[in-house]
């Protein structure tokens, strides 16, 4: 499982909170990117309905770096290289995700409709 995927299972993405988060929305998708690695390496992460997409580029070579999403990838600098990926991944599921109530695409949307017309919400005795 890749990394962003483990992070953001159970989440879902609030697209209004992307923009507060300095996103910038081109056509479909939102679009954010980090420096990282001392500014070595340019890491561009893209939202495209509720998926996350990242793609990283050595800045030195301008050629994209893939090694940091292979789970089998080893070593220190790849190791810090993921580390840096993931906290930037928390970073942004802390302030732009929200826990989903189930993890069945369906029953949310069951319960949005719910929410949205009778306002009322689940409950989990």
Do not use: H, W
């Not at 992070?7 to 879902?12: A, D, E, I, T, V």
């Not at 679009?31 to 070595?40: A, F, S, V």
């Not at 929200?98 to 949005?112: G, N, P």
Request: charged share 40%.
């Amino acid at each position: 499982m890749k990394i962003e995927e483990e992070l953001l299972f159970g989440y879902q993405v609030k697209e209004d909170l992307l923009l507060n988060f300095c996103f910038k929305k081109e056509k479909d998708k939102f679009i954010k990117t980090y420096e990282i690695m001392n500014g070595d390496f340019e890491l561009i992460i893209s939202i495209k309905k509720g998926k996350l997409v990242p793609k990283m580029i050595d800045k030195n070579y301008g050629d994209e770096y893939s090694l940091f999403t292979n789970e089998y990838a080893t070593g220190e600098f790849v190791g810090k290289l993921k580390d840096e990926y993931r906290n930037i991944i928390l970073e942004i599921r802390n302030k732009c995700y929200r826990k989903s109530l189930f993890l069945d695409a369906q029953a949310e949307r069951v319960a949005k409709y719910i929410k949205d017309n009778y306002d009322d919400e689940p409950e989990f005795p």
